[in-house]
């Protein structure tokens, strides 16, 4: 990231609101906001103005927002992160597994959407993040050494557990959607298999989690598919 | 049951040669003209017995035979005396005097009987219409009236709302080409009636329309055999018939038309309801808001404190997130009551769903502790988002009304093929109207209008276990608070997972 110049957001928002509060909250953070009200609109400024970021809402005047969304992914591997409603999980799922990096649901804070916008500029850099420790509150993994340790204390896991970890670590503040998880630790022909995600998920949680029913690292997206909090996120 | 005409002159033929061979036997014992007496008998008896058609022909018979075998010159037709012409002309006369009258008699006593078939078919009819309340109870009752009653095969037709015409009860074999199809509409359209001739009515297909004066409600079809033949006395009951199912059809849609209005009259009540209990719970938080906001921007000089400011934005957010939670419960409610709302069961970890709707409800229930015991239960079938909802609705639930700052606790088990979830606190409880009401709309529990609800949480949660074929009530606990209690059906097994060694650290790849 050069310093000289400061980073490009892309924001395709038709409400004027949120429009205004999300360059306010970009623009604290050093970006620099380019603005679209319609679908056209941003496909054009995401092939002129070279974002690093595009936060693009899916309910727009003009087209579709996954459309929006598949027509930038033609040619781009900018990080998308995609402002949905609440209720909408077959969207998200949908969305996420077209090509977006992350969604956020209205509403939503702004310390949420920072939190969001940066996990994604992270990973499109290094497509899944091959730091050898992850850190997630009392649990680290160490992905050389397919070490596994909450406090401090090694936990043994099975393997399918590890790759399920592993996975979730590798993406840490990103959902996986279901699909994509079961395509990853089972392989492709088991992506309708979801009550092993379940079962395996809850194993984890008993083993890496204080109180399995209140996670703070393993965390699940009902609808959509589990996500590991980030760091500073854990508890 | 009439005989036919055959018969009839057959009986008329045996009469005549009864009395032929009675007279030859007593022929030694009576004069001539007593013969003739005996003739004229047997043409009475054949006229009452059998009408004027073969009275007549006993009368010609008669006075042929008599002149053959009695009159001079015998086993000719020649008559020597002209006085047995008078003879010839009384027998005709008192044949067709006797034939007319018994034969309009006979009419009278058919018609009678006629009228009274009619009139007890049609007493039937109304009685069995007057019981059912349905168009379709209706026209099937009526369909198998009309069959039975009249020994035809018979279909009822109803247009439809888009058009079409709906074959409601009856044969359908009744209708056998796109023809009988396009005369069936042709009636339906026209209101009158399509194949049927003046007079009987022979082999074929004939349609009447079902009407009481508003419009054709239906159209009965009516197929008649090969050698069936309707008479004009029939008909006429089919035409009686038609308007009595009319009349019980044009009931049927009066009665429908009543209780579209009360329902309507219904939903308005609701919705004005509705309207006054939402515009209430939506301008307080906009008020507030309004306020807060307007404070900030105005404040062109910076005279507010900083505290000041920092609780103004607090408020704004505050309020936010309540109005947020109310939208949200507005919509919920409106889907799962309007139906779009489809419950999409799977094998769901129930620890998994409460986590989510714990780690959801974040910080509203900052500080207060969730205790949450659900043993090892297995994946059990559920819609994990709206669960999680409900889930999230008796927590929060519980820790707005328990009115202090007692644990809330979460148990779960299984238990007679069933999932028990009990959400209980140690608050204040529930008074006895509560018990009995908290899961209707709008309903608000005692003080609970300092809480900040809408009375909905509870509503979307009945409306949601309900969609899963469970159960959710609400008690008090023995040592004081309320608990809240859902029963899920489990039906099946879980799908089987293979189970794994753990190989520990630094396994190899697999």
């Given at each position: 990231?050069?310093?000289?110049?400061?980073?490009?957001?892309?924001?395709?928002?038709?409400?004027?609101?949120?429009?205004?509060?999300?360059?306010?909250?970009?623009?604290?953070?050093?970006?620099?906001?380019?603005?679209?009200?319609?679908?056209?609109?941003?496909?054009?400024?995401?092939?002129?103005?070279?974002?690093?970021?595009?936060?693009?809402?899916?309910?727009?005047?003009?087209?579709?927002?996954?459309?929006?969304?598949?027509?930038?992914?033609?040619?781009?591997?900018?990080?998308?992160?995609?402002?949905?409603?609440?209720?909408?999980?077959?969207?998200?799922?949908?969305?996420?597994?077209?090509?977006?990096?992350?969604?956020?649901?209205?509403?939503?804070?702004?310390?949420?959407?920072?939190?969001?916008?940066?996990?994604?500029?992270?990973?499109?850099?290094?497509?899944?993040?091959?730091?050898?420790?992850?850190?997630?509150?009392?649990?680290?993994?160490?992905?050389?050494?397919?070490?596994?340790?909450?406090?401090?204390?090694?936990?043994?896991?099975?393997?399918?557990?590890?790759?399920?970890?592993?996975?979730?670590?590798?993406?840490?503040?990103?959902?996986?959607?279901?699909?994509?998880?079961?395509?990853?630790?089972?392989?492709?022909?088991?992506?309708?298999?979801?009550?092993?995600?379940?079962?395996?998920?809850?194993?984890?949680?008993?083993?890496?989690?204080?109180?399995?029913?209140?996670?703070?690292?393993?965390?699940?997206?009902?609808?959509?598919?589990?996500?590991?909090?980030?760091?500073?996120?854990?508890? | 049951?009439?005989?036919?005409?055959?018969?009839?002159?057959?009986?008329?033929?045996?009469?005549?040669?009864?009395?032929?061979?009675?007279?030859?036997?007593?022929?030694?014992?009576?004069?001539?003209?007593?013969?003739?007496?005996?003739?004229?008998?047997?043409?009475?008896?054949?006229?009452?017995?059998?009408?004027?058609?073969?009275?007549?022909?006993?009368?010609?018979?008669?006075?042929?035979?008599?002149?053959?075998?009695?009159?001079?010159?015998?086993?000719?037709?020649?008559?020597?005396?002209?006085?047995?012409?008078?003879?010839?002309?009384?027998?005709?006369?008192?044949?067709?005097?006797t034939g007319t009258l018994t034969a309009r008699l006979r009419e009278q006593r058919e018609g009678a009987r006629i009228r009274e078939r009619r009139i007890a078919a049609l007493y039937r009819l109304s009685h069995d219409l007057a019981v059912r309340s349905g168009?379709?109870?209706?026209?099937?009752?009526?369909?198998?009236?009309?069959?039975?009653?009249?020994?035809?095969?018979?279909?009822?037709?109803?247009?439809?709302?888009?058009?079409?015409?709906?074959?409601?009860?009856?044969?359908?074999?009744?209708?056998?080409?796109?023809?009988?199809?396009?005369?069936?509409?042709?009636?339906?359209?026209?209101?009158?009636?399509?194949?049927?001739?003046?007079?009987?009515?022979?082999?074929?297909?004939?349609?009447?329309?079902?009407?009481?004066?508003?419009?054709?409600?239906?159209?009965?079809?009516?197929?008649?055999?090969?050698?069936?033949?309707?008479?004009?006395?029939?008909?006429?009951?089919?035409?009686?018939?038609?308007?009595?199912?009319g009349l019980a059809l044009e009931r049927c849609r009066m009665a429908d038309s009543a209780r579209h209005t009360q329902a309507q009259i219904e939903i308005e009540r609701a919705r004005s309801a509705l309207l006054s209990s939402v515009s209430h719970d939506l301008?307080?938080?906009?008020?507030?808001?309004?306020?807060?906001?307007?404070?900030?921007?105005?404040?062109?000089?910076?005279?507010?404190?900083?505290?000041?400011?920092?609780?103004?934005?607090?408020?704004?957010?505050?309020?936010?997130?309540?109005?947020?939670?109310?939208?949200?419960?507005?919509?919920?409610?409106?889907?799962?009551?309007?139906?779009?709302?489809?419950?999409?069961?799977?094998?769901?970890?129930?620890?998994?769903?409460?986590?989510?709707?714990?780690?959801?409800?974040?910080?509203?229930?900052?500080?207060?502790?969730?205790?949450?015991?659900?043993?090892?239960?297995?994946?059990?079938?559920?819609?994990?988002?709206?669960?999680?909802?409900?889930?999230?609705?008796?927590?929060?639930?519980?820790?707005?009304?328990?009115?202090?700052?007692?644990?809330?606790?979460?148990?779960?088990?299984?238990?007679?093929?069933?999932?028990?979830?009990?959400?209980?606190?140690?608050?204040?409880?529930?008074?006895?109207?509560?018990?009995?009401?908290?899961?209707?709309?709008?309903?608000?529990?005692?003080?609970?209008?300092?809480?900040?609800?809408?009375?909905?949480?509870?509503?979307?949660?009945?409306?949601?276990?309900?969609?899963?074929?469970?159960?959710?009530?609400?008690?008090?606990?023995?040592?004081?608070?309320?608990?809240?209690t859902v029963r899920l059906p489990v039906e099946g097994s879980p799908p089987a997972i293979e189970s794994e060694a753990e190989t520990g650290v630094r396994e190899g790849q697999t």
């Amino acid at each position: 990231m050069s310093e000289t110049t400061a980073p490009v957001a892309l924001l395709i928002e038709d409400e004027v609101g949120i429009r205004r509060f999300l360059r306010a909250a970009l623009e604290g953070q050093g970006f620099t906001c380019v603005e679209a009200t319609t679908g056209s609109e941003g496909i054009a400024h995401a092939a002129t103005r070279a974002p690093e970021i595009v936060l693009l809402d899916l309910g727009l005047p003009d087209m579709d927002g996954l459309d929006v969304m598949r027509r930038i992914r033609e040619w781009s591997t900018v990080p998308i992160v995609v402002l949905t409603a609440r209720g909408k999980e077959r969207e998200k799922v949908e969305a996420l597994d077209g090509g977006a990096d992350d969604y956020i649901t209205k509403p939503f804070s702004v310390l949420e959407l920072l939190a969001r916008v940066r996990a994604a500029r992270r990973y499109r850099a290094e497509s899944g993040t091959s730091a050898e420790i992850v850190e997630s509150g009392s649990l680290r993994i160490d992905m050389a050494r397919r070490r596994v340790s909450v406090l401090g204390n090694v936990v043994p896991l099975t393997p399918i557990e590890y790759r399920l970890l592993a996975t979730l670590a590798r993406y840490a503040g990103r959902v996986l959607t279901h699909e994509f998880l079961l395509r990853e630790v089972w392989g492709p022909t088991s992506t309708e298999q979801r009550h092993y995600l379940r079962v395996y998920m809850a194993q984890l949680r008993q083993k890496l989690e204080a109180d399995p029913s209140r996670p703070t690292v393993l965390m699940t997206e009902p609808g959509v598919g589990y996500r590991m909090a980030e760091a500073d996120e854990a508890g | 049951m009439p005989l036919t005409k055959a018969k009839t002159y057959a009986g008329s033929v045996l009469v005549v040669a009864g009395v032929t061979a009675l007279a030859l036997l007593l022929r030694q014992h009576l004069e001539s003209s007593d013969l003739t007496m005996l003739y004229l008998l047997g043409v009475v008896v054949v006229a009452i017995s059998f009408g004027r058609g073969p009275a007549i022909t006993a009368a010609v018979l008669g006075v042929l035979a008599f002149d053959f075998i009695f009159v001079p010159p015998h086993f000719t037709f020649r008559v020597s005396d002209a006085r047995y012409f008078v003879t010839f002309a009384v027998m005709l006369a008192v044949a067709v005097i006797t034939g007319t009258l018994t034969a309009r008699l006979r009419e009278q006593r058919e018609g009678a009987r006629i009228r009274e078939r009619r009139i007890a078919a049609l007493y039937r009819l109304s009685h069995d219409l007057a019981v059912r309340s349905g168009v379709a109870d209706v026209l099937a009752t009526a369909v198998a009236h009309v069959q039975e009653v009249l020994g035809v095969r018979a279909l009822m037709s109803v247009p439809t709302d888009d058009g079409a015409i709906e074959h409601l009860a009856g044969d359908r074999s009744v209708l056998e080409s796109e023809a009988d199809q396009q005369a069936v509409e042709r009636t339906m359209r026209s209101g009158r009636p399509v194949g049927l001739s003046a007079g009987a009515v022979g082999p074929g297909v004939f349609h009447m329309p079902l009407d009481a004066g508003t419009g054709t409600r239906a159209v009965l079809s009516i197929r008649l055999h090969d050698d069936q033949v309707l008479e004009p006395e029939r008909l006429e009951l089919i035409r009686a018939f038609s308007s009595l199912i009319g009349l019980a059809l044009e009931r049927c849609r009066m009665a429908d038309s009543a209780r579209h209005t009360q329902a309507q009259i219904e939903i308005e009540r609701a919705r004005s309801a509705l309207l006054s209990s939402v515009s209430h719970d939506l301008r307080t938080p906009l008020t507030a808001i309004t306020g807060a906001a307007t404070t900030l921007r105005d404040d062109a000089s910076g005279a507010l404190a900083t505290g000041t400011r920092r609780e103004l934005a607090e408020t704004i957010a505050d309020e936010a997130q309540r109005l947020t939670r109310l939208i949200g419960n507005l919509l919920d409610l409106t889907r799962l009551e309007s139906g779009t709302l489809r419950v999409h069961k799977e094998w769901h970890s129930v620890e998994e769903v409460v986590g989510a709707a714990l780690t959801r409800l974040g910080a509203e229930i900052s500080g207060r502790t969730v205790q949450v015991s659900l043993g090892r239960l297995p994946l059990i079938p559920m819609d994990d988002i709206l669960f999680e909802q409900v889930v999230r609705n008796l927590v929060d639930n519980a820790i707005r009304h328990s009115g202090n700052e007692e644990p809330v606790l979460i148990h779960g088990r299984l238990e007679d093929e069933e999932l028990r979830l009990e959400v209980s606190d140690s608050g204040q409880g529930l008074s006895e109207s509560d018990s009995r009401r908290v899961f209707e709309k709008f309903y608000r529990g005692r003080g609970a209008s300092n809480h900040g609800g809408a009375g909905l949480g509870l509503a979307i949660c009945r409306s949601i276990v309900e969609a899963h074929g469970g159960t959710i009530e609400a008690a008090n606990r023995p040592g004081g608070g309320a608990v809240f209690t859902v029963r899920l059906p489990v039906e099946g097994s879980p799908p089987a997972i293979e189970s794994e060694a753990e190989t520990g650290v630094r396994e190899g790849q697999t």
